[in-house]
């Protein structure tokens, strides 16, 4: 499995961006994946998470309602629409892929991760 995050870059507050995640390796489908992310300085956070069927989702307090986590299950690829967003926000997203099949908020619960793509949201 491997996972490749895109869709990163700078933008103001109040901008959108799009983030994608492929798997190259065509083994997620069954699994829950998820979006963490690690600001400078700062641990590791959990964003948003998505079970293998998309009917579930789960987020992180402070990006409900900004954030929306979605599957493509034929294409292999989760994405993440970033919505209003704010300096907050500013970090290395990463991409990965639950042991399970529904998502869980801590990192342990993942076996594969993406490289990371930088999100910066400028004043």
């Known amino acids: 499995v491997q996972l490749q995050a895109s869709g990163g870059g700078s933008v103001q507050a109040g901008g959108s961006l799009r983030l994608a995640c492929a798997d190259s390796?065509?083994?997620?489908?069954?699994?829950?994946m998820a979006w963490f992310r690690r600001a400078p300085g700062k641990e590791r956070e959990f964003v948003a998470g998505?079970?293998?069927?998309?009917?579930?989702?789960i987020y992180t307090e402070s990006v409900k309602d900004r954030f929306t986590i979605t599957r493509d299950r034929a294409r292999n690829t989760v994405f993440l629409q970033m919505n209003s967003l704010t300096p907050e926000d500013t970090a290395v997203y990463y991409c990965?892929?639950?042991?399970?099949?529904?998502?869980?908020?801590?990192?342990?619960?993942?076996?594969?991760w993406g490289q990371g793509t930088q999100v910066t949201v400028s004043s």
């Open positions: 390796g065509r083994t997620s489908s069954n699994n829950g």
């Open positions: 998505i079970s293998w069927n998309g009917d579930n989702t």
């Open positions: 990965a892929r639950g042991i399970g099949s529904y998502p869980a908020r801590t990192g342990n619960r993942y076996d594969k």
